[in-house]
């Protein structure tokens, strides 16, 4: 059975003390270093944030940094393509005209061999045809 005394009067005053003490004591020394170490996570997950907005920031620099170097490899690469085509085609047209100036050479050359060929064969060709009469009637043609 619960009797009221003096005890219980102690036994009030020294749970009110140790209440007091251990607030005092340890609560809220405890309270104060969760609340440094909370303040220093939300600072810690802050620098996190800006580090990865950083991050985020510097890879889209260094994407648009590569485009522009792939365009401008691209721009150099056709212009060269382009110089290359040009030089080439202005060497094809060098050459076929070398090529048709040697072929109106040669054909000349084998204009003239033919004219040449077809005036000696008309003038043997009477000589021929002589011969050839002589040959076939069996005496000689004297005109």
Do not use: C, W
Not at 16 to 36: H, Q, S, T, W
């Amino acid at each position: 059975m619960i009797t009221i005394d003096i005890t219980m009067f102690i036994h009030i005053i020294n749970m009110i003390v140790l209440m007091v003490v251990l607030n005092k004591l340890l609560y809220k020394p405890i309270l104060g270093i969760l609340e440094k170490r909370e303040g220093k996570v939300v600072e810690l997950n802050n620098d996190v944030e800006q580090f990865e907005e950083n991050a985020r920031h510097r890879q889209a620099q260094v994407d648009k940094k590569m485009r522009e170097a792939s365009t401008k490899a691209k721009k150099a690469l056709d212009g060269a393509r382009s110089e290359a085509k040009e030089a080439g085609a202005e060497k094809v047209a060098a050459i076929r005209q070398e090529a048709d100036g040697e072929k109106e050479k040669q054909l000349a050359d084998i204009k003239s061999q033919f004219e040449t060929a077809r005036k000696e064969l008309q003038d043997n060709a009477a000589d021929f045809a002589q011969d050839m009469a002589g040959k076939i009637l069996g005496r000689g043609l004297q005109a």
